[in-house]
Antibody, heavy 118, light 107 residues
Framework: EVQLVESGGGLIQPGGSLRLSCAAS????????MSWVRQAPGKGLEWVSL???????YYADSVKGRFTISRDNSKNTLYLQMNSLRAEDTAVYYC????????????WGQGTLVTVSS | DIQMTQSPSTLSASVGDRVTITCRAS??????LAWYQQKPGKAPKLLIY???SLESGVPSSFSGSGSGTEFTLTISSLQPDDFATYYC?????????FGQGTKVEIK
């Protein structure tokens, strides 16, 4: 059974850094496309970042240059390093994965809340 | 970037009603569209992919149609468990964007 479990969220001051983790089970992260999707409080879904199985990475313009997606194959875990955080980055961050190469998301974690505030 | 626009933003309906939600893309996305259902405090759940393919385990009361720039999600007979927010998402090209959501509430 595929399972995604996020962690690492919390309260952080503007300008600070935070690293989110997504522990996967039921499959190997290196073999699949993995993504982060966020949802600001009371708002809609926003795709944030993607890492393909070949290691290529993609970012939304809103986070480009500040966020870095990566994975640790030995830990079967996906990461999102978030730097220079802003108030508008406040959101629940979901780890999500498509079952194949088409980028719709079959599998989702439960989400982790990041609050950027002084 | 391709913009996805859903209508309506909110929909009031009764149990048993037929409900239709529209999603329009700012340029053609062929059939590369997915629909999700989200309930408060929960992760989204995939309902439909490739515009009209029903995800395994999703009730057949849900159906999707469309191609190019206009798509619809239809619930043939609304059930109490269907009151939720629905999102479309294109996966035609980078960046992969969502519609703003349609909240289906009890009338």
């Amino acid at each position: 059974e595929v399972q995604l479990v996020e962690s690492g969220g919390g309260l952080i001051q503007p300008g600070g850094s935070l690293r989110l983790s997504c522990a996967a089970s039921g499959f190997t992260v290196s073999s699949k496309y993995m993504s982060w999707v966020r949802q600001a409080p009371g708002k809609g879904l926003e795709w944030v970042s993607l890492i393909k199985s070949d290691g290529s990475t993609y970012y939304a313009d809103s986070v480009k240059g500040r966020f870095t997606i990566s994975r640790d194959n030995s830990k079967n875990t996906l990461y999102l390093q978030m730097n220079s955080l802003r108030a508008e980055d406040t959101a629940v961050y979901y780890c999500a994965s498509p079952s194949g190469i088409y980028l719709y998301f079959d599998y989702w974690g439960q989400g982790t809340l990041v609050t950027v505030s002084s | 970037d391709i913009q996805m626009t859903q209508s309506p933003s909110t929909l009031s309906a009764s149990v048993g009603d037929r409900v239709t939600i529209t999603c329009r893309a700012s340029q053609s996305i062929s059939i590369w569209l997915a629909w999700y259902q989200q309930k408060p405090g929960k992760a989204p759940k995939l309902l439909i992919y490739k515009a009209s393919s029903l995800e395994s385990g999703v009730p057949s009361s849900f159906s999707g149609s469309g191609s190019g720039t206009e798509f619809t999600l239809t619930i043939s007979s609304l059930q109490p468990d269907d009151f939720a927010t629905y999102y479309c998402q294109h996966y035609n090209s980078y960046p992969w964007t969502f519609g703003q959501g349609t909240k289906v509430e009890i009338k």
